[in-house]
């Protein structure tokens, strides 16, 4: 066991669980401020449920051997995830940093039906959808399934994290239908204090989420933590250009989703490609999830916070750029396109397809069949009041006055 | 006496405030409120997606003062909060049938 790996591990882990709140903040910022709470708590919940359930069984499904497609029971309740190795870390803090994958993957979704799905029905959603969904997809790429056996690279979680959320939330947004009014131009952020808080802790966070996926302290880890940096600062250079040429005017709301897209974009790339690449593909990435988002907005589709935009598009990107980036003389595991090796770019594309194909048609079922028992939505004259006092029986900003104990 | 309401730009608020006082007028109720008169509202830009924002931010302030000095309170209030351009804002005056101070429960006139 290495010492100075566990140390790494311990703070990596502790990086990618404050990301659900920070996520939290992003998404709750953009949100109206009667539906902010209940927006804040479709991420915060995550940790609970979502949390419990990975200890429980979504760990052995995601990292035991079992079959090419998913793994078994055998860690089920945690048996046998003690403090021996796993790697030069104690197994259980392998699982514990990637059961915080699993929470935020989950609460990502969640941007995409704010302020109008029925509170019972998500908690329900995310939790099959972790163990249904997200464990197997994690299964074929981590856990020695059969898209790790292809060959496919994803460094922290471009397809089983980003692509798999990205589905979801486009299945989900068209499943429980746009908000009242929508599209209007009262559905607009309350908060971009909150939006940009959330945006840097995202970045902050997200160096534990890339750079320990390295699972180790090592060289591979600093590759990872620099590209985690360059990445999305190349993005955010291209979006204002985007931002400025449409409009006139960079925007604080663009400068955020850049930041978001760009550390989406070099997930599946971070330990595999230069970083002079990395601002590269930082870059590129940002074209595909401007144009998506411009091409959302005008659209019926109403997914509220642009997460297939971001974290569909994004890691879609990423995932294909890595298979043109990847360089084997710094990441010692393959070449992409550009140093040689052009089938790489067909793993990847095949690795994002099965992710697609599967989040789509599973995400589709789960919401089906959980809408068979709750209504998906809140009911409407709710949805006009706020979420947040029905749903959760709690304002977020009280004004004073008004209120008196109950005898 | 009269409750004059004047709807003026928020940066306007202090000058105001300045002006009752050398008139010793010193108390005010004043809310933050969104309205427009002519003045046209500006671009707001969400994800690349823009927006006509009309209800523009202005400040009331209500002030309660006798007969005999209303029209002077007006003027200064008026000239304090002037600009020149299209959303200065109003002067509203109305009549006060009844003032009572919450401290003493006495009857102002």
Known sequence: MNQADTAWMLTSTALVLLMTPALAFFYGGLARSKNVLNTMMMSFISLGFVGVLWAVVGYSLAFTEGSNWVGGLSYAFLAGVGLEENGTIPHMLFMAFQGTFCIITAALISGAIVERMRFSAYLAFISLWALVVYAPVAHWVWGGGWLADLGALDFAGGTVVHVNAGVAALVAALVVGKRQGYPSSSLLPHNVPFVLLGAGLLWFGWFGFNAGSALAANGIASLAFVTTMLAPAGTLVVWSFLDMFRSGRPTAVGCATAIVVGLVAVTPAAGFISPMSAILLGGIAAVPSYLIMTIRAKSSLDDSLDVVAAHGVGGATGALLTGVFAQQSLNGVADGLLFGNPGQLVTQATAVAAVIVYSGVMSFILLKVIGLVIPLRANASDESTGLDITQHGEEAYLHVGGTSTRS | ?109
Do not use: C, W
Request: charged letters at 30%; proline letters at 4%; glycine letters at 8%.
């Open chain 2, 1 to 109: 006496m009269k409750l004059i309401k004047s709807i003026i730009r928020p940066n306007k608020v202090d000058d105001v405030k300045d002006a009752l006082a050398k008139l010793n007028i010193a108390g005010m109720t004043v809310t933050e409120v969104r309205g427009h008169g002519k003045q046209k509202g500006h671009t707001a830009i969400y994800r690349g997606k823009e927006y006509n924002v009309s209800l523009l931010p202005k400040m009331e302030i209500e002030v309660v003062v006798p007969d005999s000095i209303a029209d002077e309170a007006i003027k200064a209030i008026v000239e304090a909060a002037r600009t020149g351009e299209i959303g200065d804002g109003r002067v509203f005056v109305l009549p006060v049938l009844e003032s009572y101070r919450i401290r003493t429960g006495e009857q102002e006139s």
